[in-house]
């Protein structure tokens, strides 16, 4: 979309608000398009896309037509935008409720669906004043969806579009093709399902996205009608979790004290003979594909025995990441400089925000330009671009008067004619999905699921949604309260009573435990897996800790002693940034993408095949092998060359125990 389109779109749309009768296509074509060429044809055909555009960004273009004349007829059809079926219900929020909007917000930290999350709490912003809300001590939970094919599904789902996806079958072993008729989308066992209609089994079925081999092709040509009153979280509800099984491996004597903490040796009558070093465990298991991936990131300090489908799932992780880490690497070039978002902003991004941008002004007269930019996560540089344009948009051929009044002064940005657009547009089916399920997986938490605010903002939003809201049922987020609550109030009353903890602490990356005085920061979650962050009296830095891993924690008697503060960021980051970090250049599969995401990648490179190479810090180095062969075959490193090498050899090393 040029800019003159959408300008063009922009004039379009308030040329339709603000007639009450109507405008017939000559009248736009001539007063909107400035259109002389005569071309009916072409014009008829840019018309028709700039309606289906204004749809997608939730206006709906009446048709009126004289009495008795066809729509046929362009002589006798007019067209318009009724003004309260396309605008947001106002939506009154008390502080309590603000905060839990908050939260469930930026539940979604980085999927397609944060994205919506923002664009709905701009929309709410945009009809109101946000409340000065401090979000809760120990309650800042994300959701994290399972790469790009979470992402295409969602988009499909909601278009009502098929989707075709290559699947490696839990039953056979075997990969399928599927063509599914996506109903909905959900965690459960922590894991994300596909529930949909497998048009080749002519029945409904369940699918696991981390058994997606390949990229999801969406069939936009095809449309198809879901259940009525389909609800994903009650049809995975009734999945039936997995078998209890139990895993034989042979363990290097010393090594992986995470996986011992878990396992019991095995009887003498276990079938063959350990080699020498190693110890013969029995480790219990519900999910192949989830155990198999923990073992390939071992490498050779690990081999499967048994079962045969374990170790088969194994050597192919193994197989995979040696075959991409041997692959040529690929021609790229970061086009944007240092610290860009991923996501390049399109003009029709632009649109969607200036329709956000005037009623959020009207409503917020004399910000500062910069606080403006920052409500709407962009420069001010973009926001100035904004309305630059806005004010030179208005009815066509109207008087001065007929334009949109924009002006800033000294840094200050005030709004005096808005030409009827002070209400942002309702919610789309995203939007509206993202905040409700979110508000749903909130749920999860005593303390959020007591209060009134959670329940009374969901009927709230319910209502101002509309027939979106109901869609939301195709939608469900991970269980996301604390397995231990006894270990998350020790620390959320360190936090609050600033007191510093005692911490036995196993970590993965090093394979040992360690004692350290911490002084806690702040609690936070990624889907039920519960982190800390606290300044490391050992290591004289910021650290952040995972709940599962403690061994023990206590006061000891001493307050803490940092003057550091966590940053304002929300949510917390998993990684915090060092000066002596290592830069790697890792490469990603079209598959494995989102773990740019994942890892706060700095720069990224788009390749042709869908993939991506993302330049990412690192403050510890030596685990990236475990990492690329976890991954297998999703992810590899290209430079440092040394670590690259490390990985292959890493991985090359795990195969020869398998006798590959």
Same mark, same amino acid.
């Given at each position: 979309m040029s800019v003159s389109r959408t300008e063009r779109l922009l004039n379009l749309l308030i040329a339709l608000l603000n007639t009450k009768y109507g405008l017939r296509r000559a009248e736009l074509r001539t007063k909107v398009y400035h259109d002389a060429t005569g071309n009916d044809v072409a014009f008829g055909r840019m018309f028709e896309r700039d309606k289906n555009d204004l749809r997608q960004f939730g206006f709906e273009v009446e048709t009126v037509t004289d009495l008795g004349w066809s729509e046929d007829d362009p002589?006798?059809?007019?067209?318009?935008?009724?003004?309260?079926?396309?605008?947001?219900?106002?939506?009154?929020?008390?502080?309590?409720?603000?905060?839990?909007?908050?939260?469930?917000?930026?539940?979604?930290?980085? !999927?397609?669906?944060?994205?919506? /999350? %923002?664009?709905?709490? $701009?929309?709410?912003?945009?009809?109101?004043? *946000? #409340?000065?809300?401090?979000?809760?001590?120990?309650?800042?939970?994300?959701?994290?969806?399972?790469?790009? !094919?979470?992402?295409?599904?969602? /988009? %499909?789902?909601?278009? $009502?579009?098929?989707?075709?996806?290559?699947? *490696? #079958?839990?039953?056979?072993?075997?990969?399928?093709?599927?063509?599914?008729?996506?109903?909905?989308?959900?965690?459960?066992?922590?894991?994300?399902?596909?529930?949909?209609?497998?048009?080749?089994?002519?029945?409904?079925?369940?699918?696991?996205?981390?058994?997606?081999?390949?990229?999801?092709?969406?069939?936009?040509?095809?449309?198809y009608a879901p259940p009525a009153n389909f609800n994903v979280r009650e049809e995975l509800g009734r999945l039936p979790e997995l078998p209890l099984r139990t895993a034989v491996v042979d363990v290097r004597a010393g090594r992986l004290l995470g996986l011992r903490r878990r396992a019991t040796p095995a009887p003498a009558r276990s079938g063959g003979t350990p080699d020498g070093g190693d110890e013969r465990l029995h480790v219990d298991f519900r999910d192949v594909e989830v155990l198999a991936q923990e073992l390939a990131s071992y490498g050779p300090d690990v081999v499967a025995r048994e079962p045969e489908e374990l170790v088969g799932a194994v050597r192919n992780r193994l197989h995979n990441a040696a075959a991409f880490c041997a692959a040529p690497a690929p021609e790229y070039r970061f086009a944007d400089a240092r610290g860009a978002s991923v996501r390049k902003r399109t003009s029709e991004d632009q649109l969607k925000r200036m329709l956000q941008l005037v009623p959020f002004l009207v409503h917020n007269q004399g910000l500062h330009i910069e606080d403006v930019a920052a409500r709407f996560g962009i420069t001010p540089g973009e926001l100035e671009s904004d309305l630059r344009i806005l004010i030179c948009s208005g009815l066509p051929e109207g008087y001065p008067d007929d334009l949109l009044d924009i002006h800033w002064e000294e840094g200050h940005v005030y709004i005096t004619q808005d030409l009827d657009l002070t209400r942002p547009v309702r919610f789309t089916v995203d939007e509206a999905c993202a905040l409700l399920t979110g508000l749903e997986t909130l749920n999860g938490l005593p303390e959020l699921a007591e209060g009134g605010a959670l329940q009374s903002v969901t009927l709230k939003l319910m209502a101002a949604a509309g027939e979106e809201g109901l869609r939301a049922a195709s939608l469900a987020g991970p269980e996301v309260g604390p397995s231990d609550s006894a270990v998350l109030d020790v620390i959320r009353s360190a936090i609050r009573d600033r007191a510093q903890?005692?911490?036995?602490?196993?970590?993965?990356?090093?394979?040992?435990?360690?004692?350290?005085?911490?002084?806690?920061?702040?609690?936070?979650?990624?889907?039920?897996?519960?982190?800390?962050?606290?300044?490391?009296?050992?290591?004289?830095?910021?650290?952040?800790?995972?709940?599962?891993?403690?061994?023990?924690?206590?006061?000891?008697?001493?307050?803490?002693?940092?003057?550091?503060?966590?940053?304002?960021?929300?949510?917390?980051?998993?990684?915090?940034?060092?000066?002596?970090?290592?830069?790697?250049?890792?490469?990603l599969t079209r598959q494995g993408a989102g773990l740019a995401d994942d890892y706060y990648a700095e720069r990224v490179a788009p390749l042709p095949d869908g993939g991506l190479v993302a330049e990412i810090r690192f403050g510890n180095t030596t685990w990236l092998p475990m990492f690329v062969a976890q991954h297998g075959g999703a992810a590899r490193i290209l430079e440092p060359s040394a670590l690259a090498a490390a990985a292959r050899s890493w991985i090359e090393a795990a195969l020869s125990r398998y006798g590959s």
């Open positions: 002589a006798t059809t007019r067209y318009r935008i009724g003004k309260e079926s396309n605008r947001l219900p106002d939506v009154e929020l008390s502080p309590g409720e603000w905060t839990v909007l908050l939260l469930a917000s930026q539940l979604w930290e980085r !999927a397609a669906l944060g994205t919506a /999350a %923002a664009s709905a709490l $701009r929309k709410l912003q945009a009809s109101g004043t *946000l #409340a000065d809300v401090e979000l809760p001590v120990g309650v800042q939970p994300r959701i994290r969806p399972a790469g790009q !094919a979470f992402d295409d599904v969602v /988009a %499909a789902m909601h278009a $009502r579009h098929p989707v075709s996806f290559p699947y *490696l #079958a839990g039953t056979t072993g075997k990969e399928e093709q599927r063509t599914v008729e996506p109903w909905g989308l959900g965690s459960r066992f922590g894991q994300w399902y596909l529930t949909g209609f497998d048009r080749a089994r002519q029945a409904p079925r369940h699918f696991r996205l981390s058994r997606f081999t390949g990229p999801v092709s969406v069939l936009n040509k095809e449309t903890l005692r911490l036995e602490y196993f970590s993965a990356q090093r394979d040992q435990v360690s004692e350290r005085d911490v002084d806690p920061l702040r609690l936070y979650s990624l889907d039920n897996t519960w982190y800390f962050e606290a300044y490391c009296h050992s290591a004289d830095g910021l650290r952040n800790f995972r709940l599962d891993r403690v061994q023990e924690i206590r006061p000891n008697g001493q307050p803490a002693s940092t003057p550091l503060r966590p940053d304002d960021g929300f949510p917390a980051k998993l990684f915090t940034p060092n000066d002596d970090d290592t830069t790697v250049l890792v490469q």
